[in-house]
């Protein structure tokens, strides 16, 4: 991405949020990304930065998209005649490959925010997430759900 490219998609941005696209404001909004891109020119260009806003991003695209399944899921189970068949709670020991306190509560948060777990405890010595879930069909199938998915994506972004 261009530097130049980057100040005219700054200046857009500072007019969207202020609600004025007059010509002074686009002009002082260019000015203001002018200033952050030079200041940030050395972090902007690295690709590292780059390949981790892209990891990023991807969580963030895993956690809306699991958020919105697990949601109507929920949904689901909620509007059923016969719940008590359905609902069938349980928690679950998620050995943890994550190490870092950062790691392990974005994992534990992200499990938390997405409707039908809850994170509940880590284990002392930081290798076990146990986990409620509203409704469980096999607990290993569960154990890969999170590994290969949120596990897995959080431990890219913190590489």
């Known amino acids: ?9 700054l200046a857009l941005v500072w007019a969207g949020i202020t609600g004025n696209f007059s010509g002074l404001n686009l002009l002082f909004g260019g000015a203001v990304g002018t200033v952050a891109v030079l200041l940030l020119r050395d972090s902007l260009a690295s690709p590292r930065v780059l ?5 990023i991003l991807a969580l963030a695209g ?16 909620v509007i059923r005649p016969d719940l008590k068949q ?21 994992l534990a948060n992200m499990i ?6 809850l994170s509940i405890d880590v284990s ?3 290798s076990v997430l146990y986990v409620h879930a509203l409704c469980i069909g096999e607990r290993e199938a569960m154990i890969a759900d999170i590994a290969n998915g949120f ?3 959080v431990r890219e972004v913190f590489e």
């Open 62 to 77: 895993l956690f809306l998209y699991e958020l919105m399944a697990s949601a109507v899921r929920v949904a689901l189970v």
């Open 51 to 55: 390949r981790r806003l892209r990891r």
């Open 86 to 106: 359905v609902v069938r709670p349980a928690i679950v020991a998620v050995p943890l490959s994550v190490k870092s306190d950062a790691e392990i509560t974005l």
């Open 1 to 9: 991405m261009t530097p130049l490219f980057l100040v005219i998609i």
């Open 124 to 126: 002392p010595d930081r």
């Open 151 to 153: 596990e897995k994506r």
């Open 112 to 117: 938390t925010l997405t409707p039908g777990t």
